[in-house]
């Protein structure tokens, strides 16, 4: 199917590790790229093209993938990590979709 | 700097038309594809179209085809997102994006920073 399945969502401790996965058939031709929204704000990319992180994010952001799912990763999560994660992708057909988002919660 | 830079706030009525603008600086803007995103209060990111400024080739994701005409005006490095009537489920915020691309690989970025669309009698 073309569409693209995110936990809507997670929570983790602070400092701790957590994963946040995407997956979708379309994830098999072309890979993921993770946006990050905070509440009243623009979203903002913070991986694209497995595990690249654009200038301004944080190390403890990472990426994989592997076959039909993506994953981000946030190693030592912090508190102004807590926000909406969303994934995008597209299909053979240029149509881009997005992943339902995951609200992930820092306890 | 890459910047895009929405237009302001719009509150309508049902069955107005409304244009909403993007204006792009920092790159060449005939080079990249900018894409418009919906978002409804509380709820997520939908793709609702792309264009190319260099030959203004578009694409529609299905759910938007037909219910929004997405344009460029060279002169002015903007994007253009067009209805000719509103309804009060078009309420929500836009958003464009400059797309970029490598083998395989497509992201979004930079964003502007929204225009929230009210439509309500």
């Known amino acids: 199917s073309s569409e693209l399945t995110q936990d809507p969502a997670v929570s983790v401790a602070l400092g701790q590790t957590v994963r946040l996965t995407c997956q979708g058939d379309i994830l098999r031709r072309f890979l993921a790229s993770w946006y990050q929204q905070k509440p009243g704000q623009a979203p903002r990319l913070v991986m694209y093209a497995e595990n690249n992180r654009p200038s301004g994010i944080a190390e403890r952001f990472s990426g994989s993938h592997s076959g039909d799912i993506a994953t981000l990763t946030v190693t030592g999560t912090q508190a102004e990590d807590e926000a909406d994660y969303y994934c995008n992708s597209r299909d053979n057909n240029g149509i881009h979709m997005f992943g339902g988002g995951t609200k992930l919660t820092v306890l | 700097e890459v910047q895009l830079v929405q237009s302001g706030a719009e509150v309508k009525e049902p069955g107005e038309s409304l244009r909403i603008s993007c204006r792009c600086s920092?790159?060449?803007?005939?080079?990249?594809?900018i894409a418009w995103v919906r978002q409804k209060p509380g709820k997520g990111l939908e793709f609702m179209g792309i264009i190319y400024p260099g030959d203004t080739e578009t694409i529609y994701s299905p759910t938007f085809r037909g219910q929004v005409t997405i344009s460029v005006d060279k002169s002015a490095r903007t994007a253009l997102l067009d209805w000719n009537s509103l309804q009060v489920s078009d309420t929500a915020t836009y958003y464009c994006a400059r797309r970029l691309y490598s083998t395989g690989w497509h992201w979004f970025d930079p964003w502007g920073q929204g225009t929230l669309v009210t439509v309500s009698s």
């Open positions: 920092g790159f060449d803007f005939t080079s990249y594809w």
